[in-house]
């Protein structure tokens, strides 16, 4: 059976000097890889195409999450396992949106850790139990007003506050004013909500957002 190849994405060194040093210990796994940020992460997962990638969260020139979307798209066949030691809410949620499979915090035991990678290589999904108890408070929160589970994927909280001033008919430099973002910024917000909506226009999107409680 061949070692799962993974390649760690933290910008503490000392951090990924402790992990290498503590996974390279096990006969099953083999660290081909190491980022100190997201474009580094993303751009050794298009060469190496590994099995899995230790993703960091919170870090310089490129965040985890937008990392885990890009990952996901060089790399398909990798699987993206979050460990952090942030547990917010939004941080949590657009993570498991990019195509994270798992979030783990640093405080994890490294046997827990150890069994998730193997859990995550597998096609499992792995959610530290703190992380766990958000996810389904979440899901009930939306279940009960009739939110986007399962057939359209959730908004980051950004992609929110677009899609409430597009429903107000607001413009996308008015946009751009209301949140204190670039104009072009708006427009890469609104075609990720296109997408994840499923819709081709603003109408449709303003509509759709109505339609699923989320405006």
């Known amino acids: 059976m061949n070692p799962i190849r993974i390649v760690l994405a933290d910008d503490q060194a000392l951090f990924r000097e402790g992990l290498r040093m503590l996974l390279s210990i096990e006969s099953t796994i083999e660290i081909v890889g190491e980022a100190a940020n997201g474009v580094e992460a993303v751009e050794i997962a298009r060469i190496l195409q590994p099995d899995l990638v230790l993703m960091d969260l919170r870090m310089p020139v490129m965040g985890g999450v937008?990392?885990?979307?890009?990952?996901?798209?060089?790399?398909?066949?990798?699987?993206?396992l979050v460990l952090t030691t942030f547990h917010e809410n939004e941080e949590i949620f657009d993570a498991l949106r990019a195509g994270a499979c798992g979030y783990l915090l640093k405080d994890t035991p490294s046997k827990k850790l150890v069994?998730?990678?193997?859990?995550?290589?597998?096609?499992?999904?792995?959610?530290?139990?703190?992380?766990?108890?958000?996810?389904?408070?979440e899901f009930n929160r939306l279940s009960l007003r009739g939110g986007p589970i399962g057939g359209n994927p959730l908004l980051s909280a950004r992609e929110h506050d677009v899609l409430r001033q597009v429903a107000r008919g607001r413009?996308?430099?008015?946009?751009?004013?209301?949140?204190?973002?670039?104009?072009?910024?708006?427009?890469?917000?609104?075609?990720?909500?296109?997408?994840?909506?499923?819709?081709?226009?603003?109408?449709?999107a303003a509509l759709k957002a109505r339609d699923l409680g989320i405006v």
């Open 66 to 80: 937008e990392a885990t979307r890009r990952v996901r798209d060089a790399s398909p066949a990798s699987r993206v």
């Open 115 to 137: 069994e998730a990678i193997h859990a995550a290589v597998r096609g499992e999904s792995v959610i530290d139990p703190s992380v766990a108890a958000k996810v389904v408070a």
């Open 171 to 204: 413009t996308n430099k008015e946009i751009a004013s209301a949140l204190h973002v670039a104009e072009g910024t708006v427009k890469n917000h609104l075609t990720n909500i296109f997408s994840r909506l499923g819709v081709i226009d603003r109408t449709q």
